[in-house]
């Protein structure tokens, strides 16, 4: 049986598009998934993100437990409420999933996993955490917001504790404050500013209702995913899983090498894959011409290396195609993609493609031309 949200009433007040996401009946859109993009894009947009897992960890050895379980480094969160992107790998280094960790004190951690890899992940950390006497609790009592885009901070304040806002307001990125009732991070997976806000089921219909008379765009799944990929973020299952390892997912940024005496799960299987050479590399694509780049289509790189695309759409904020695709390691700065029986072209870039709303790209010129028109 599906699961719910306490805001499922609400999506379907707002007459959402309900879909299986992950075993959660959640929201695709609302009626136009572009309209909600570009709101997100220019002005602020709400997603429900309450089927992701919050998971708080505590325990006299928790900071030394992390720094054991996650292949980047906890030991760099210095400050309270500074929170840290990373993924947490098997013995072979590939990614059972990707997460963000915020260090509350010495004694406590918040993770914030994956919806569809929730089972799996409590199971491997419990397993891990057992020996070392720390103590996890999956937290099934809140919910979570996050809200995204330019004004999203403005429109958020006024319905905030008087008590948060003046710390919200001040945040850094990836940095979070706290009461007793809201947990507020200044995080998010869509390229723009914005709040995550984690807070107790009762309370998250008021907020939603608060922010939808502030001006807050309700917006879905499908808006979600071509704001992540437009900002060059990558998707858990898609673009990374456990047979691939961050070196083959555009995903060695977040493995702390350093301390060389640090041992994380997955590390001499990683380590010995990145002296070999013996992995492939992630692209990003923009497409020279008409056509949607999708996943799995296949992709030739040049020098004659196969792969494919991993995560593909047509980009709002854009008016072009884009892709992630996994290739054999080389020096590709243009590749075939083969759609519907024809190859084109498409030209590798680096990623971000979209930077707060605006083009990170320079765009293919006959594109730029056909929207000159």
């Known amino acids: 049986m599906l699961k719910k949200t306490s805001l499922y009433k609400k999506h379907l007040q707002a007459n959402a598009k309900i879909v299986d996401f992950g075993g959660w009946k959640m929201p695709l859109h609302y009626g136009s998934q572009m309209n909600e993009h570009h709101q997100v894009r220019r002005e602020a947009g709400m997603f429900d993100v309450s089927h992701m897992a919050v998971i708080d960890l505590t325990g006299q050895r928790v900071r030394e437990f992390l720094r054991f379980l996650l292949a980047n480094d906890v030991g760099k969160l210095k400050t309270i409420g500074k929170a840290l992107y990373s993924c947490m790998l ?16 010495d004694t406590q951690f918040r993770l914030v996993v994956n919806a569809a890899t929730r089972e799996k992940d409590i ?194 904020t854009l008016g072009v195609s884009i892709a992630f695709a996994r290739l054999p390691v080389g020096h590709h700065q243009q590749v075939t993609v083969v759609i519907r029986n024809k190859e084109l072209l498409a030209r590798v870039v680096k990623p971000p493609f979209v930077r707060f709303g605006k083009a990170n790209i320079e765009l293919p010129k006959q594109l730029e031309d056909t929207e000159n028109e």
């Open 90 to 105: 098997n013995e072979n280094g590939g990614v059972i999933d990707d997460l963000i960790v915020y260090y509350l004190d």
């Open 123 to 316: 199971a491997w950390i419990g397993q891990h955490a057992n020996r070392l006497g720390i103590k996890l609790r999956e937290r099934h009592d809140l919910s979570m917001l996050a809200i995204q885009g330019p004004q999203a901070r403005e429109r958020v304040k006024p319905q905030l504790p008087e008590s948060l806002q003046e710390s919200a307001m001040t945040l850094e990125p990836f940095h979070a404050c706290w009461n007793e009732d809201m947990f507020v991070g200044r995080t998010g997976y869509t390229g723009e500013d914005g709040f995550e806000i984690i807070l107790p089921h009762p309370k998250a219909a008021a907020l939603w209702d608060n922010l939808l008379a502030a001006g807050v765009t309700p917006a879905g799944l499908g808006a979600r995913d071509t704001l992540r990929l437009e900002a060059g973020l990558k998707l858990y299952g898609a673009d990374m899983d456990e047979n691939h390892t961050p070196l083959d997912s555009g995903l060695d940024w977040t493995v702390a090498w350093t301390p060389e005496n640090r041992d994380f799960i997955g590390r001499n299987a990683l380590q010995n894959l990145r002296d070999s050479g013996d992995h492939d590399v992630m692209v990003s694509l923009v497409l020279l011409g008409k056509g949607v780049l999708r996943g799995h289509q296949t992709v030739y790189g040049q020098g004659g290396g196969q792969g494919y695309i991993t995560s593909g759409t047509f980009s709002p």
